[in-house]
């Protein structure tokens, strides 16, 4: 999460020369003794790929519970519930403080120069409630490719979306300002062809009343000294879907979905004496969300907005020690027509991390925190750390790390009415991993076991008729073992490059008598992406396996295990200018016509054909 200020060599006297300057968003990386996954959209990124969601499944081991194309798509992250992984956008986090959670079918991957994924370990020094994990989105307004990108597509079941990036730097002698607007448009129809698998002759039927528009638009403006930089971004986003019943329910009935948010950032860095660095952060959100369901009679208004600030603090004790320190206070405000009437929180947040280099060229590095975590009147302290081992120094090294964290309840979860539980205790948990890393140019590959045991998750149970509440219940613990491996080798003209991951769980919630696998998460998730490029052609081929998941908890129902391949195929037949270029691509998204369910009784589509325009200038 790197705010980057580069070195910039001046080619004329009007050109000041900057030194090189590198200020993390944050202040601290990711602990290096921690799980981490950094992903470039750019480099990787299909047609097909319209969300978050989509593109992290196919390059990750990360599982989602996606309703299907358009519909909601929330994560799993080691067995976690989906308000177990926390999104960040450059520094801020973007989980509703009504749900907990953030849907992914609402982020377009396109709008993204960076995405990292950080295990809970290293989430610690970014939020709490990072049970799972985190997700780091991350935009910036420098680029090397100034100019503008131009890309529209269309393709099967009345599918169509496109999206633009523009690029603009202005160097001065004593500074260099950096613009960059980037918006996408997505129109989903959806109309493909199922097997209801309902019905006893599973006859195929076509979907309806399941249209998703998205609209993005986003503007960054970052202007760089000698020594400091400010940023200012905004970000508008809104979406509008239809939701089609499940194969199980037979009504003419309908419901829809809206949603809207406003987001502003402005953040100042800057380098002081003695290699400190100093960063002041300020987001803002204002978040709508309007659902209605003629089934049950809903028509609901939710909103909310929160103002986050950030400030750290990094510096170099002695040559072996550096002190990471970091404050966040933040108010949150709340409000819908099933809440007694608007709820507001207070919440302070710290994190203070000790890092130690030791031995010759620093083969063994050393990390130590605690985060100070509150919210409303709850308040926990949650301590950190790890240690890594670097058997050949800045390639090979062996990793451990040990954590707790916490996850406070939601305003719906306190507030709802009825139902809501104002005595709920924060869900807990500690979680040990380490493992095995090694990267040396393009290869990475990480191998790592990992073991979390829960206490006090939060479910809701009935409680009085067709009322539900929400009370700490659950006792869970969650271990595996994940693998992530990439290369790239460059030839003549072109290049090689393959990746995979995968990612054997087990997650068992656990009574006084029995334990049983945890619902929807799969035991093994794997994936493979492998190319190359010559030329003007550029061929992928992806293809992901996903277990057999239970859907109830005593394990007597289940959804069966599937398989989706995806290939694309890209040509850049003409070369206008230098800075001019004209790429086509022609994609096959599940390419071998799986028939199957994320989710129960949601269907999800068959084989679909994809083409993209891709020009820039």
Do not use: C
Not at 329 to 334: L, R
Not at 417 to 439: D, Q
Not at 481 to 487: D, G, L
Request: charged share 20%; hydrophobic share 35%.
């Amino acid at each position: 999460m790197a705010f980057g200020l580069q070195a910039i060599a001046g080619s004329t006297q009007d050109t000041l020369e900057l030194k090189e300057l590198l200020i993390q968003d944050s202040i601290t990386p990711a602990l290096q003794s921690g799980f981490t996954l950094h992903l470039k959209p750019d480099e990787r990124r299909l047609g097909s790929d319209r969300s978050l969601s989509d593109y992290l499944s196919r390059m990750t081991s990360l599982r989602f519970k996606d309703y299907g194309p358009g519909l909601t798509s929330t994560p799993t992250f080691r067995s976690g519930d989906a308000n177990h992984t926390q999104v960040i956008w450059n520094g801020f986090v973007l989980n509703s403080p009504m749900l907990g959670s953030v849907d992914f079918s609402n982020l377009p991957v396109s709008q993204f120069r960076s995405i990292d994924v950080y295990s809970g370990n290293s989430s610690n020094l970014y939020t709490n409630g990072a049970l799972g994990g985190s997700v780091h989105i991350n935009q910036s307004a420098e680029s090397n490719d100034d100019g503008l990108l131009l890309e529209a597509g269309g393709g099967s079941f009345g599918n169509f979306g496109g999206n633009f990036r523009y690029q603009s730097e202005i160097k001065s002698k004593k500074s260099k300002t950096s613009l960059s607007l980037t918006g996408e448009l997505l129109q989903l129809n959806n109309r493909f062809r199922y097997k209801n698998t309902f019905l006893a002759d599973n006859p195929r039927e076509l979907m309806k009343n399941s249209q998703f528009s998205r609209a993005n638009m986003s503007a960054n403006l970052k202007t760089v000294f000698e020594s400091s930089d400010i940023q200012l971004i905004y970000w508008y986003s809104g979406s509008d879907r239809q939701i089609p019943q499940p194969l199980n329910f037979y009504s003419n009935t309908s419901q829809n979905q809206k949603d809207y948010a406003h987001r502003v950032l402005m953040g100042f860095n800057k380098k002081l004496k003695n290699d400190a660095i100093f960063n002041a952060k300020i987001f803002y959100e204002n978040n709508q969300n309007i659902y209605i369901d003629t089934v049950w009679g809903i028509d609901n208004n939710n909103r909310f907005q929160t103002i986050q600030t950030q400030i750290s603090y990094s510096q170099r004790l002695i040559s072996r020690l550096k002190l990471n320190v970091r404050l966040n206070p933040n108010w949150t405000e709340a409000s819908t027509d099933n809440y007694a009437k608007t709820h507001d929180a207070l919440s302070v947040n710290g994190v203070v991390l000790l890092e130690g280099f030791w031995l010759s060229q620093n083969r063994l590095v050393s990390g130590l925190g605690v985060r100070m975590n509150s919210f409303a009147d709850d308040y926990a302290t949650t301590p950190f750390g790890g240690l890594t081992y670097y058997i050949i120094p800045s390639h090979l090294g062996l990793f451990g790390s040990y954590s707790e964290n916490v996850r406070f309840p939601t305003f719906n979860e306190r507030h709802w009415n009825p139902g809501g539980n104002i005595n709920l205790t924060p869900e807990r948990a500690k979680m040990l991993e380490g493992g095995v890393r090694y990267k040396k140019g393009q290869m990475l590959l990480q191998a790592l076991a990992f073991h979390g045991d829960f206490t006090d998750r939060i479910r809701w149970v009935p409680s009085s008729g067709w009322i539900y509440s929400p009370i700490n219940i659950d006792q869970s613990r969650s271990r595996g073992v994940e693998i992530n491996y990439s290369h790239e080798v460059k030839i003549k003209n072109g290049g090689v490059f393959w990746s995979a991951n995968a990612n054997w769980t087990q997650a068992q919630w656990m009574t006084d008598t029995s334990e049983f696998q945890l619902s929807y998460v799969p035991n093994l998730a794997a994936g493979v992406n492998a190319g190359f490029r010559v030329s003007s052609f550029r061929f992928i081929y992806g293809h992901q396996y996903t277990s057999e998941r239970f859907i109830v908890s005593d394990e007597s129902s289940s959804l069966p295990s599937y398989h989706i391949g995806t290939l694309s195929m890209s040509y850049k037949p003409i070369d206008l200018e230098d800075s001019h270029s004209l790429e086509l691509r022609f994609e096959i998204n599940n390419i071998w016509d799986s028939s199957y369910q994320i989710m129960p009784w949601r269907p999800m589509p068959g084989r679909e054909f994809v083409f993209t325009l891709r020009y820039s200038l």
